[in-house]
């Protein structure tokens, strides 16, 4: 079992930055494959970024260029640097946790909200 807790949301403007954290526990954080997706009203949940135990990463193309998403495996931490912000990037972003060794085995945060509003 694998608890996520994301972190760092909130309103910004455009052209604005955030951080979001998503702090994992319960299991070896190593292992897991972690994503960011997001999800805005009446609108499909969808992969913002992604990256694997190794570090390897991907993204969507509306957020290439602007978005970051790394790991501190030694905090047990995934973090989205978000920056050049726009309002079409307002949703709900969930942390997403999947065990790369028994991939039936995902995990999904609460969901933190991020506005980008003038």
């Known amino acids: 079992q694998v608890q996520l807790v994301e972190s760092g949301g909130g309103l910004v403007q455009p052209g604005g930055s955030l951080r979001l954290s998503c702090a994992a526990s319960?299991?070896?954080?190593?292992?897991?494959?972690m994503g960011w997706y997001r999800q805005a009203p009446g609108k499909q949940r969808e992969l913002v970024a992604a990256?694997?135990?190794?570090?390897?990463?991907n993204y969507a193309d509306s957020v290439k260029g602007r978005f970051i998403i790394s790991r501190d495996n030694a905090k047990n931490t995934v973090y989205l640097q978000m920056n050049s912000l726009k309002p079409e990037d307002t949703a709900v972003y969930y942390c997403?946790?999947?065990?790369?060794?028994?991939?039936?085995?995902?995990?999904w945060g609460q969901g933190t909200q991020v506005t980008v509003s003038s």
């Open positions: 997403n946790a999947r065990n790369q060794i028994a991939t039936s085995y995902v995990y």
């Open positions: 990256i694997t135990g190794g570090s390897s990463t």
């Open positions: 319960g299991s070896i954080f190593s292992i897991y494959a």
